[in-house]
C-alpha cells in the first residue's frame, strides 16, 4: 500500500511538473508575441484542467490578440454555465468592448458589480479584473459596494491607489490621510506612497495639495501624527526650519525624547542647513534634562563648527570645549567630547604634543577595551598627521590583537594599510586591504576596494612607481589639513604625468580640495577636464554630477546644470547618482510629479 502511495505521489508530481513546464512555455509563447503556438498550448492546457482561472483568462486574452473575438465569447459563455466565478463577466464585457459594443461591454460589467451584492468576496478578484484593464471606475464601484455592504472590509488603500493613476492627486492624498486616521500603524507605507508624488520643491502643485490636506486635519483633529507627517513633509522639502516647528509641537505636547529632534538635526546637518542645525541642538542642551542627550548636541555642535570654522574662530571653539570639560568633567560619560579634542588640538591648532599629552591622561580612566581603542585610533592618527609611522603602526597593531574581528579591528587594519599607502609600501598596504574588502562594515570595504584599485591600477606604470608616491603624498597633506601644499604636488604630478591613468584620479582630488577653498573656478575647470579627457573614465559620473551640483546649487546657474543631470541619467543607470540627478533634473525642468 505505501508503496502505491509513493507511486501515486510520484506520477502527481511528474503531472505537475510537465504542466507547469507547458504553461511557462505557452506564456513564452505569448510574451514573443507568437499567438498562434500560445493559443495551441492554452487549449491543451484547458483541456487538461478546465476549471483552471489562469489557464482560461490567458486563452481568453490570447483569442482577443488574434482578434478572434467571437470564439473568445463562446468560450467564455461556456465556461460561465460550469464555473460561477464573476470575474468571467468582466472579461466577456472586455471582449465586447474591444469589437466597440460598448452597450453589451457595460451591461456585463454592470452584472459584474452586482455580483458583490451576491456575495462580497467576489470583490477582490472582480476588482482585480477592472484594474487589469484599466477600468478603474468600475473598479472603484466595486471596492464601495464592498464596503457598503459589508463593515468589517476596508478598501481605502486600493481607492486611494486608484484614485492616484486616475491622475486626481487631492483626492488619493485625501483618502490616505482618513485612512491613516483610522490606522495609524500604515503611517510609513503610506509615507513611502507620498514620497512617489511629491518633490524636493515646495511650490509643487502635489506638495502643496498633500500640505493643506494635513493642516486641515489639524485643524479637525489636533492630533500629533498630522505634525509628524509635516514635518516629514517639511523635511522632504528640505525646510528643515519648518520641520522644527512641528518637532517642537509634538514635543511640548508629548515630552517624552528627544530623539525625533535629535534625527531632524542630523538631517539638516548632511543636508548642509547648518543655520536650522544649530538651532535645533541648542534647543535640545537647552530642553533635555539627560546630559548625554546634551553631550550628544554638544558634540555634533562642535563637529560642524570646526567644519566650518575659519583659523581665527579656532580659539574661540577650543574655549568652549574647556567650558564643556569644566562642566561635565573629563570622565568616562565625555569620553567622545575628549577624543574630538585631541583630534581639533591636533589636525586644527596643530598643536601634536598637546593633543598626545591630553589623550594620553584619558588612557588613564577606568575604560573598557572598545573605550581604549577609541583613543589609540585617535592617537595613532595623531602620530600619521606627524608621519611618525612606525608609531602609529604600533597602536594600530595592539587595536587589532586587543578587539579582533570588531569593528574598530577593522578600521584599525585599514589604517594600517593607509599609513603603508602614504610611506609608499605599496606591496603591504595590498595585503591589508585585500583581507577587509571582506569586512563585515560596508563603509571599510568600500574604502579598502577603492584604495586597493587605485594602487593595483597604477603601481606598475613605472618601476619607481613616481606618480604613485606623488599621489599618496598629496592624500597624506590633504589629511594632514594642508590643503594647498596638496594641490601644488598634483599639479607637479599632472605635469610629469599628464598621460598616465593616475592623472584622472589626481585631476578629481584636486576638485575636491579646490572645493574645499572655495575656488570655484578651478574647481569648475577640473571637472571640465575631467569630461573632457576620460568622458568614459571611473570618475566620469563623479566629475558630470559634481559639475552639475557646482552649476546648480553654488553657481546659481541651473540651464548649465541641467543637462549635465541628463547625461547622468541616459549615460550612467548604475550610476550612484541617478536617482539624484533625475530628481533634480526633473526639478529644474518644472515636471509635476506623477501627474
Not at 465569447?73 to 468592448?97: D, H
Request: glycine fraction near 2%.
Amino acid at each position: 500500500m505505501r508503496f502505491i502511495f509513493v507511486c501515486c505521489m510520484l506520477l502527481s508530481f511528474c503531472m505537475f511538473s510537465q504542466e507547469k513546464q507547458e504553461y511557462d512555455t505557452a506564456k513564452l509563447y505569448f510574451k514573443n508575441g507568437d499567438f498562434e503556438k500560445a493559443l495551441i498550448s492554452y487549449q491543451k492546457l484547458t483541456d487538461k484542467s478546465p476549471n483552471n482561472t489562469n489557464y482560461i483568462l490567458a486563452l481568453v486574452e490570447t483569442y482577443q490578440q488574434l482578434q478572434q473575438y467571437k470564439a473568445a465569447e463562446v468560450f467564455l459563455t461556456e465556461t460561465m454555465t460550469r464555473i460561477k466565478y464573476p470575474s468571467f463577466l468582466v472579461e466577456l464585457g472586455y471582449n465586447f468592448q474591444l469589437q466597440d459594443n460598448l452597450p453589451k461591454a457595460n451591461e456585463n460589467y454592470k452584472k459584474a458589480v452586482s455580483s458583490i451584492e451576491v456575495n462580497t468576496s467576489f470583490v477582490y478578484t472582480v476588482a482585480k479584473q477592472f484594474e487589469s484593464h484599466s477600468l478603474l471606475d468600475y473598479a472603484i464601484q466595486c471596492y464601495e459596494k464592498a464596503m457598503s455592504l459589508n463593515s468589517e472590509v476596508d478598501f481605502t488603500m486600493q481607492l486611494s491607489r486608484i484614485y492616484g493613476e486616475q491622475g486626481d492627486i487631492e483626492k488619493m492624498f485625501i483618502s490616505y490621510v482618513d485612512f491613516i486616521e483610522q490606522n495609524p500603524l500604515y503611517k510609513e507605507n503610506v509615507k513611502r506612497i507620498f514620497s512617489d508624488f511629491i518633490s524636493e520643491d515646495p511650490y509643487n502643485d502635489n506638495n502643496s495639495i498633500l500640505r493643506k490636506a494635513l493642516l486641515r486635519k489639524i485643524q479637525q483633529n489636533p492630533d500629533l501624527i498630522w505634525n509628524e507627517l509635516l514635518s516629514w513633509l517639511f523635511s522632504q522639502q528640505k525646510e528643515f526650519n519648518k520641520a522644527f516647528a512641528q518637532e517642537k509641537a509634538i514635543y511640548n505636547r508629548l515630552p517624552e525624547s528627544l530623539n525625533r529632534m535629535e534625527n531632524l538635526a542630523s538631517i539638516a546637518t548632511n543636508e548642509e542647513d547648518y543655520d536650522t542645525a544649530t538651532t535645533i541642538y541648542n534647543y535640545i542642551i537647552e530642553t533635555s534634562q539627560d546630559v548625554d542627550t546634551q553631550l550628544r548636541a554638544h558634540y555634533s555642535l562642535l563637529q560642524f563648527r570646526t567644519l566650518l570654522a575659519t583659523k581665527k574662530e579656532y580659539k574661540s571653539i577650543q574655549s568652549d570645549y574647556l567650558k564643556l570639560f569644566d562642566t561635565y568633567g573629563t570622565l568616562t560619560q565625555t569620553l567622545d567630547l575628549q577624543i574630538a579634542y585631541g583630534h581639533f588640538l591636533a589636525f586644527n591648532l596643530h598643536q601634536t604634543k598637546e593633543a598626545e599629552t591630553f589623550l594620553k591622561a584619558s588612557l588613564n580612566q577606568n575604560l573598557k577595551d572598545t573605550q581604549t581603542a577609541k583613543i589609540k585610533l585617535e592617537l595613532a592618527d595623531i602620530l600619521v598627521l606627524q608621519e611618525k609611522f612606525n608609531e602609529a603602526l604600533i597602536y594600530y597593531t595592539q587595536i587589532q590583537r586587543s578587539l579582533k574581528n570588531s569593528t574598530i579591528s577593522q578600521e584599525a587594519r585599514f589604517r594600517v594599510a593607509k599609513t603603508s599607502y602614504y610611506k609608499g609600501d605599496f606591496k603591504w598596504a595590498e595585503s591589508q586591504l585585500n583581507i577587509l574588502k571582506q569586512s563585515t562594515s560596508q563603509l571599510i570595504a568600500n574604502d579598502a576596494l577603492d584604495l586597493k584599485l587605485l594602487i593595483s591600477d597604477n603601481k606598475y606604470e613605472d618601476s619607481t612607481q613616481t606618480a604613485l608616491k606623488l599621489y599618496a603624498k598629496a592624500d597624506l597633506l590633504a589629511y594632514q589639513n594642508k590643503p594647498l601644499e596638496s594641490i601644488i604636488v598634483l599639479d607637479t604630478l599632472l605635469a610629469n604625468h599628464g598621460a598616465e591613468p593616475i592623472a584622472e584620479q589626481a585631476l578629481y582630488k584636486q576638485a575636491l580640495l579646490y572645493k574645499t577653498q572655495k575656488n570655484e573656478i578651478k574647481t569648475e575647470q577640473n571637472y571640465l577636464q575631467l569630461i573632457a579627457n576620460y568622458p568614459n573614465g571611473l570618475l566620469a559620473d563623479d566629475a558630470y554630477f559634481n559639475l552639475a551640483e557646482l552649476y546648480n546649487k553654488v553657481l546659481n546657474l541651473p540651464e548649465k546644470a541641467k543637462p549635465l543631470y541628463e547625461h547622468i541619467i541616459f549615460n550612467f543607470a548604475d550610476s550612484i547618482y541617478f536617482v539624484e540627478a533625475r530628481s533634480q533634473f526633473r526639478m529644474l525642468r518644472g515636471d509635476a510629479i506623477n501627474q
